[in-house]
């Protein structure tokens, strides 16, 4: 039988410790949410390498970070790393509708989960669409196949939730030379 003073901090510790993991997560996760904002900042202030460096260093303290992997493909695109664009931007969508999950780096911005949604499947659509010509070029008729079916997919998917304007006449522009 366990004496009082040990009854005590055995519940202590069961009691206390969920509390405890959940605060440090939540203290990284405000931490690399900072981190991402600030980044995000220097990469469209033209630092595209820091900026770079900080989403990274963003998502080793919090690789779970929705934003943080949605912005990290954001900038795969931009540097026409489809592979990175791809892997970031299908990770961010399925982190998208967990909880605790901030929808954007900068907290003026006021968005929602189908906006971010509604983008990210468009331009990960872009992506798809890059990754069956890279196949083609490869003589990959396979790969080229599987990656045009899912970025008809993911464009379709995308123009049903509310994506911004770039993003819309990204997918509808695609939809209409890919058909």
């Known amino acids: 039988m366990l004496r009082p003073l040990k009854m005590i901090g055995l519940m202590l510790v069961v009691f206390l410790l969920p509390s405890l ?3 440090d997560s ?16 220097k990469y469209y202030m033209g630092d595209q390498e820091g900026g770079r460096k900080g989403v990274e260093a963003a998502l080793r303290i919090d690789p779970n970070l929705a934003c943080g992997n949605i912005v990290r493909g ?14 970031y931007y299908e990770k961010g969508l ?25 983008d990210t499947r468009c331009f990960l659509g872009y ?6 010509q890279r196949a083609n070029r490869y ?18 998917a ?13 997918a509808e522009g695609l939809l209409k030379k890919f058909q």
């Open 21 to 23: 993991i959940f605060a």
């Open 26 to 41: 939540t203290t990284n996760r405000t931490k690399a949410l900072n981190m991402l904002y600030a980044a995000y900042e």
């Open 74 to 87: 954001e900038i795969g695109m931009k540097d026409q790393d489809w592979p990175t664009a791809q892997k």
């Open 94 to 118: 399925k982190l998208l509708k967990q909880p605790n999950q901030p929808l954007s780096p900068d907290p003026k911005m006021n968005v929602t989960v189908k906006e971010v949604e509604g």
């Open 127 to 132: 992506v798809y669409i890059k990754q069956a």
């Open 139 to 156: 003589g990959n008729e396979k790969d080229e196949q599987k990656f045009l079916e899912l970025a008809d997919k993911s464009l379709r």
């Open 158 to 170: 995308g123009l049903k939730l509310s994506p911004g304007k770039e993003a819309r006449e990204l």
